[in-house]
């Protein structure tokens, strides 16, 4: 079974920072690239970030290079997404996938996201 548990969004003031986690079942982790997407409202899920299994490679969306950064504990099962100088226009639901092709292909599981609320 594949499950995906997003949590730690938060409201936020411009320029602050959050850390974001995702839980995940074996099944969805183990030997799978992993992203991070988001969708606001009225739009589909945009790409953000993704890491490779092995933790050694990450891509970011333009929007994001330089202020979040990805990454994994393959113990643990659980994907961070560290967000720094958050923007207002960064606010959306935040949702974990793994992935089917490098670096945007989403497998097509969504967990129930986390909302980012980011203000000016």
């Known amino acids: 079974q594949v499950q995906l548990v997003e949590s730690g969004g938060g409201l936020v003031q411009a320029g602050g920072s959050l850390r974001l986690s995702c839980a995940a079942s074996?099944?969805?982790?183990?030997?799978?690239?992993m992203g991070w997407f988001r969708q606001a409202r009225g739009t589909e899920h945009d790409f953000v970030a993704a890491v490779t299994w092995s933790g050694t490679s990450t891509y970011y969306a333009d929007s994001v290079k330089g202020r979040f950064t990805i990454s994994r504990d393959n113990a643990k099962n659980t994907l961070y997404l560290q967000m720094n100088s958050l923007k207002p226009e960064d606010t959306a639901v935040y949702y974990c996938?793994?992935?089917?092709?490098?670096?945007?292909?989403?497998?097509?599981?969504w967990g129930q996201g986390t909302q980012v609320t980011v203000s000016s």
């Open positions: 074996e099944r969805a982790f183990t030997r799978y690239a």
């Open positions: 996938a793994p992935l089917r092709s490098w670096p945007q292909g989403p497998l097509g599981y």
